[in-house]
T-cell receptor, first 108, second 113 residues
Framework: KNEVEQSPQNLTAQEGEFITINCSYSVGISALHWLQQHPGGGIVSLFMLSSGKKKHGRLIATINIQEKHSSLHITASHPRDSAVYICAVPNTGNQFYFGTGTSLTVIP | EPEVTQTPSHQVTQMGQEVILRCVPISNHLYFYWYRQILGQKVEFLVSFYNNEISEKSEIFDDQFSVERPDGSNFTLKIRSTKLEDSAMYFC???????????FGNGTRLTVT
């Protein structure tokens, strides 16, 4: 069983397009993490949120706790946004569950 | 900006050998984690560590694995007798509190031959 489901698995966009990546989860959580994994393998935390919406530059993350769903949006996408975006949720016991990731390619 | 450092970046070992992967978390962080990512697969949680003890571990984290914080700065993952299927990228992460953003190291690529 997958505690965390992400969609789409792969996404190709033209530079400038608005991008949405979705995450649904089944475990009870205190917060949800959006991570970015670079082509070289390194992982960077983008957002941690437990309610509402957060914005950082061109990135926006939203979460609906009742529906157990979160979205990551990228406005005015750029080739440097090409990466794998991963949703991760810790359960109430602090065990983490990861989505399979969304591989984003932004074409100039 | 402070960062999590992991050593070595790449370790090759023979099946059955013991390996120790090392991590130096950010100094004021209290929660520490190990994750692994088998090539082409998703990231998997191994263990979380707080207050000098394991707080959660996954099914993957069996008796072959152990973690230690030997000296207040290093955080190590030991695999006692490596198997071929232990080949993966191992990431260490730390966070200031349980509900703070995670900070990841660059990973150690473990290859078991």
């Amino acid at each position: 069983k997958n505690e965390v489901e992400q969609s789409p698995q792969n996404l190709t966009a033209q530079e400038g397009e608005f991008i949405t990546i979705n995450c649904s989860y089944s475990v009870g959580i205190s917060a949800l993490h959006w991570l970015q994994q670079h082509p070289g393998g390194g992982i960077v935390s983008l957002f941690m949120l437990s309610s509402g919406k957060k914005k950082h530059g061109r990135l926006i993350a939203t979460i609906n706790i009742q529906e157990k769903h979160s979205s990551l949006h990228i406005t005015a996408s750029h080739p440097r946004d090409s990466a794998v975006y991963i949703c991760a949720v810790p359960n109430t016991g602090n065990q983490f569950y990861f989505g399979t990731g969304t591989s984003l390619t932004v074409i100039p | 900006e402070p960062e999590v450092t992991q050593t070595p970046s790449h370790q090759v070992t023979q099946m059955g050998q013991e390996v120790i992967l090392r991590c130096v978390p950010i100094s004021n962080h209290l929660y520490f984690y190990w994750y692994r990512q088998i090539l082409g697969q998703k990231v998997e949680f191994l263990v979380s560590f707080y207050n000098n003890e394991i707080s959660e571990k996954s099914e993957i984290f069996d008796d072959q694995f152990s973690v230690e914080r030997p000296d207040g700065s290093n955080f190590t993952l030991k695999i006692r007798s490596t198997k071929l299927e232990d080949s993966a990228m191992y990431f260490c992460a730390s966070s200031e509190t349980r509900n703070s953003p995670l900070h990841f190291g660059n990973g150690t690529r473990l290859t078991v031959t």
